[in-house]
């Protein structure tokens, strides 16, 4: 692998979490170990998430932080590619949103990117270096609005049904029509088709789509329910 020009010379991992049983802490630990191994001093979102409180221990990958945590994590690891002089993409960075995110900011911080591969590190041509036509990002997409529609957003707002059919009144009243909870869900897929419109690759929106569209199908579903009841 490429070994450093002087000791200190300095690298963050960066690589896929979500979904991966505890986080892929014990990939971005092992990388880590080798690396300083070699001479690296590394910075690892897996250990600065542990001294943060985070536990990893026995979690699936599928659990869903809050976003008090998302906020702290991502600035945390913002702030250390400012300090480090590369940046090593794990297996599968391609496929999750925040290693992409992690690997355009140190791009355009004019950071060394390098990849890890069978044990090796790499070099990573300039340019975009995903597919979004791949299936594990396909995937990947759908996971992250399950996570909105069942987790965070769910909280906060309460069960979608409830949420929708409270707007679907409001929006009754003020425009003198008879909107239904899956109206809303539909007419607010059209708001997120037309920012799309505007701006496709804002992976968001996307998100936001399927998240919609899943509420919208549970709202409607609650139509039989309660035809059939």
């Known amino acids: 692998m490429p070994k450093p020009n002087n000791p200190s010379r300095s690298a963050y991992i960066a690589g896929p979490m979500t979904g991966i049983p505890e986080f892929n802490f014990p990939m971005f630990d092992a990388v880590a170990e080798r690396l300083r191994a070699d001479g690296w001093v590394v910075i690892s979102p897996a250990e600065m998430d542990r001294a943060d409180g985070f536990d990893e221990s026995g979690l699936t990958g599928h659990e869903a932080l809050t976003n008090e945590q998302r906020h702290r994590f991502a600035h945390n690891d913002i702030g250390a590619l400012l300090r480090v002089d590369a940046i090593v993409m794990l297996p599968g960075w391609r496929n999750s949103t925040g290693a992409r995110n992690e690997y355009s900011v140190a791009s355009w911080l004019g950071r060394d990117t390098l990849e890890w591969i069978d044990g090796e590190l790499s070099p990573i041509a300039a340019g975009p270096q995903w597919s979004s036509t791949a299936p594990g990002h396909r995937a990947k997409l759908l996971r992250e609005a399950e996570q909105l529609v069942t987790g965070d957003r769910n909280a906060q707002y309460g069960d979608p049904r409830q949420d929708f059919r409270r707007t679907a009144t409001m929006w009754s009243a003020y425009l003198g029509a008879d909107v239904r909870p899956h109206d809303v869900a539909a007419l607010m897929s059209l708001l997120k088709l ?30 039989t329910e309660v035809t059939s009841a």
């Open 194 to 223: 037309s920012r799309i419109r505007w701006s496709p690759t804002k992976e968001d929106s996307w998100v936001d789509l399927a998240g919609y569209a899943a509420c919208g199908w549970d709202c409607a579903a609650e139509i």
